[in-house]
């Protein structure tokens, strides 16, 4: 007599999702060999531990705030510009798609992608020069999205995607311990570079025909294409002989770097983005100077106590979307500086 037939479903714990990365490139990192987490835990029954680190980013307080954070300070009056969410997202896809491409982890690709721009200011990165003159050495998102992981919101993630955090940014030293951050910084550069030249063009500070010729003649155009065929660059370069990380195609990347060059001296710099920045800057620097002089306005919730009031208040306010900043300036000033930046603003 034979046994039930077999049902549609079939059970993929973790040990099984864990046996599967043994068919993973050799460069790949394996959620089994993983350093681990700050505070040991048990093991999820389902989830690997990077599985289980993408969904705590996911349902992270900082993550959804990023839907309300300015991706490009543009002057964008429609409902499909980027954000800094949907920036995250297609970060994400491009992300996803080297790793799987190089046989690498796509679960810690995408745990890193979700979680590299957590910390994020508000205002983008016009935002981010405001808080220099009270972090000695500087502040930098990536930083912060690395204390908001492990302090503000204490999600006790792996070292592999915290490393990832703290080093996306291809200013960051040393450079990030595994291949899959490597290609969330790919990712991230893909991404931007894309999605903001089609921002710039629908916003009107550059036409589609002032993209550099050689930029266009090796991606295409902003978009699909252009994303598409720096995908298949980063994995041309990446699995050239002699390689061992991931990298870009080199006549593509002395093209992308053009196309990068391009979109900091016409849309990053120009006259928009920098006309705006000192209001930018004066709204998160009286924020920040208002909550100093009166700390007990911070509220209790989301606020290491324990840290230097100067932290809490940077921690405090780079955590504010932008329209929370506009309106506590609103509430605590008058309007008028902030109301020169809501045209600015989805």
Not at 185 to 195: E, F, K, N
Request: charged residues 25%.
């Amino acid at each position: 007599m034979t046994g039930a037939p077999p049902g549609p479903f079939r059970l993929t714990d973790r040990a099984a999702r864990e046996r599967a990365e043994a068919d993973l490139a050799p460069a790949a990192t394996r959620a089994a060999a993983s350093r681990g987490r700050a505070r040991p835990e048990a093991e999820d029954p389902l989830r690997t531990a990077f599985e289980r680190d993408r969904d705590r980013i996911l349902h992270a307080k900082a993550f959804r705030r990023l839907k309300h954070k300015t991706q490009v300070f543009l002057n964008p009056d429609g409902d499909h510009f980027v954000t800094r969410l949907t920036h995250t997202l297609q970060v994400n896809q491009v992300a996803r798609s080297l790793a799987r491409a190089l046989g690498l982890n796509e679960s810690l690709a995408e745990a890193i992608a979700l979680g590299h721009d957590v910390g994020h200011s508000p205002f983008g990165h016009i935002g981010e020069d405001a808080f220099d003159p009270y972090v000695e050495g500087g502040w930098h998102h990536a930083a912060q999205g690395v204390r908001i992981v492990e302090v503000l919101e204490d999600l006790n993630l792996t070292w592999e995607v915290r490393d990832g955090i703290r080093a996306h940014s291809w200013k960051i030293s040393p450079p990030p311990a595994t291949r899959e951050a490597e290609c969330v910084r790919y990712a991230d550069r893909i991404g931007y570079l894309s999605h903001d030249a089609l921002d710039a063009a629908r916003a009107g500070v550059i036409r589609a025909g002032d993209l550099p010729a050689r930029a266009v003649a090796v991606f295409g155009q902003p978009g699909s294409e252009m994303v598409g065929r720096m995908i298949d660059a980063v994995v041309a370069g990446s699995l050239a002989p002699g390689s061992t990380s991931v990298v870009m195609d080199p006549d593509a990347l002395e093209a992308m770097h053009e196309l990068r060059d391009f979109m900091f001296s016409r849309v990053y710099a120009s006259d928009v983005a920098a006309g705006q920045k000192h209001v930018a800057v004066d709204v998160i620097r009286r924020l920040v100077d208002h909550h100093l002089a009166h700390p007990d306005l911070m509220p209790a919730t989301y606020r290491d106590t324990e840290a230097p009031v100067l932290t809490q208040v940077v921690d405090y306010v780079s955590g504010m979307t932008d329209r929370f900043a506009l309106a506590t300036h609103d509430r605590l000033f008058d309007a008028d500086a902030s109301s020169q930046m809501r045209p600015l603003l989805r």
